[in-house]
Structures are given as C-alpha cells and as structure tokens.
C-alpha cells in the first residue's frame, strides 16, 4: 500500500506556464484526508515551497533547489550549501552568456541561471571540470552540488518515515525528475512527461499536466 | 467599469486555515481572461507573493508586506525600508515576548513576529514612540513604516494603471484591508470579513473565505 507520494511541482501539477491545477490539489487534499503522506519537491527555492506548502495544505516536508534544501515546521534544513556553486556561476558568467536569475537572492545550495544555447557545451564541460552537476529544468538550468539531487529528497523521506519502496509513489515529468525514479518505487508520469520518464514509468497517465494527478492518484489508491 | 481587482490573501481567497480556495483561482483566471487586472496585497514576504503570482497566474503587480514591497515582471520594488523596523524589532524584543517569526530574512521592508496577549498594550505604546505603526493580520502582528499599508499599494496601482475609484474593486476581509477600504472606490467583503470592514463595504457575500470570490466577481460583473 502507498503511504508516501513524493510530487514534482513545474509541469506536473501545473501547465506548461505553470499555472497550477485546481484539480491536483483538490487531489493532492483528499489523499491526505485519506492519511497519506503527500511531499513535493522542485528545483525552485525554499519561499517558493513554503507558499506551495501553506496554500496547497501540505502537511509533511517540502524540498526545494532539488532535494538540497527541506521545509518542514518553520524550519529550514539545508543539506548543501551554496558556496561552491555561486563561485562556479560566477565563473561561468565571466566567460559565456550564463545569467544568474533573480530568485537566487533566496537560495541556499544550487544557482539558477540562463544562457544562449550555443554555449551550453561549454558551460557542461566547466561543470564537470568544477565536480559539480547541471541539470535543465526546462524552465532554467540549475547548478547543484554533487548528490544533490531529487533522489537525494526521496531516500531522506523514505528515512524519515521508515518507509519502503513499495510504500512510496514517485510523480514527475522531466529528465530532472529522473534521479527520484529508482528501482522498486511507484514511478508514474503524464501525457506531456519526457520519453525517458514514461519509458521508466509503472504508469502513464492519458491526461497531461496538473489534471494528471487525480487519475494518478485514483490508478495507485490514494484517492 | 470595473477594471482592476485588488485582493486581500490570508482569509479572503484562503480558508482559515490558509488553504487556497480552488473556486477563488479559477475566478481569477476568468477575471484576467476578460481583461481585467488583478492584483494581490498581502502582509506576507514578497518570494510568497511571487509563487502566488505564478502559480495562479497573475500578469500584473503583487504586493507583500501590506504594500511596501511590489512585484512585477522579475523586479522587486521596495517603496520603505527595513532598517528601522528591524531596530523597532530587537528593542521590543529585550522587553517583552515579542519574537520575530522566520520568514522575517524574506522582508524588505516590516517586521512580523508573535507577542503574548499582556504585551500589546505595552508594545503599541512602544509603537507610538517610534513613530511606526502596528497591524495584526490575525495571523501573525507587522511592524510597518507610517503610510505603509494597503491603500498605499492601491494608490501605487491606480496610478501606473491610471485608473479613477470607480473603476476599482478592493476585497478583503480583516482589519488590516481597512486602508484600502477608501471613499470612491467598490469595496466587498465575506461572510467572516470583520465587522468594521463589512460597515465599510458595498457588498457583503453571503459566501465565505475564497468561495466568495466568485460570487463578488459575478456581483462587480468581472466574470
């Protein structure tokens, strides 16, 4: 039976302009009516998730830059810290169009940042030369420290509530969501979900989006 | 003709509980698709009010801090400053059980913290003396700048919309939505607005918390 569902926020319970569902959290309500333990998790930074957390009524953790960073209580538990990773982006921001996004004032851990396409490549290679790890969230690119990443949030969840894989269902719909998807949870995806995901995925929802997460919740029992 | 909405958070588009009414997001996505501006004013942090704008979808300015701090278009534009609530803050907080809450590092601008029943009266006298101005959102108390409230923030919005009272609405539910309250322009309020507020109000929905808003929006003819 699935105790726990660990969710990703941008493109899974909202749209494509991140507008959230007013069906998935309806959903996400009901499940922890039902007693289950609802958590999310994004690359966005730890305010974010605490207003998702208050208005949404999430009872239980909530991860923020990527699993690097939990919420929970009024407290703030950073895993990471985000000294390696401002000095790489300032780094990088000396030699290529990489731009820093404003939302990084509230980071603890990972950077955020843009760049032109064309020099993607080369930023790739300066990370790994740094030992660090690029993700594209496809809204910007982060910059996180090594382990730090949503399969990080998974194992601390499933340590803090002495939980197994099969109590656990996972839900995301990009490649950064694919480090959570690991072998003996409940992995589901969406209609607009990355090839790599649903091929990964127990089940593939026909909705898209946010509306999704009803019929995920409902196919795993949550509901 | 209405043209701008102006909303109060905590309590009018939540429950008690904070919780993000479902039927109060899809009025406002109604409201903006009939091209009306929506705007929220909250005693909250300002990374709060930027979720809030994305993840609803709001397309114009969203205030925090009772209207100190505006956001719009990945800009923040504080209008006060937080160097001497902050003072006004440690002073009171050596002399009573006033203590700041946690997302206090998010503000710009105010203060908040929580203070036991027998210290308000010797806290506002402190107020007074420092020439700032106390407000209690019920959810928590702020410590505010003089003139930094919501109807400096609906001063600010009729003024880059150029837009005259009539053509405004104000929604809110507690005492600190008083400010905006003004002469000139629609004022509505709930079933659990505060009695003051309801005096003041053009119309009162028999509905309460954010299941008003869609009956308010129907009333003003915004949806």
Do not use: C
Not at 34 to 48: E, R
Not at 82 to 98: C, I, N, Q
Not at 167 to 194: H, P, Y
Request: proline share 1%; aromatic share 8%; hydrophobic share 40%.
């Amino acid at each position: 039976m699935i105790k726990l569902a660990i969710i990703d926020v941008d493109g899974t319970i909202t749209d494509s302009s991140r507008r959230i569902s007013e069906s998935a959290i309806t959903a996400i309500r009901m499940a922890q009516e039902n007693g289950k333990i609802i958590s999310l998790v994004s690359g966005n930074v730890i305010p974010v998730m605490y207003a998702l957390q208050i208005y949404i009524g999430i009872r239980h953790e909530v991860f923020a830059e990527n699993g690097g960073v939990m919420y929970y209580q009024n407290k703030i538990e950073k895993f990471f810290d985000r000294e390696k990773t401002e000095r790489f982006l300032d780094h990088v921001a000396g030699m290529s169009s990489v731009r820093g996004i404003f939302t990084n004032v509230w980071r603890y851990s990972s950077m955020a940042f843009e760049m032109e396409k064309a020099d993607i490549e080369k930023v790739t290679a300066e990370s790994v030369r740094w030992n660090l790890d690029l993700t594209d969230s496809s809204f910007s690119w982060h910059v996180l420290n090594k382990g730090q990443n949503k399969g990080f949030a998974l194992r601390k969840l499933m340590e803090i509530h002495d939980l197994r894989g099969e109590e656990i269902l996972v839900v995301g719909d990009s490649k950064n969501d694919i480090s959570m998807f690991t072998e003996g949870v409940n992995r589901a995806t969406m209609r607009n979900g990355d090839s790599e995901l649903k091929n990964l995925s127990d089940y593939v929802s026909s909705k898209g989006d946010g509306e999704s997460i009803p019929d995920i919740f409902h196919k795993f029992s949550l509901i």
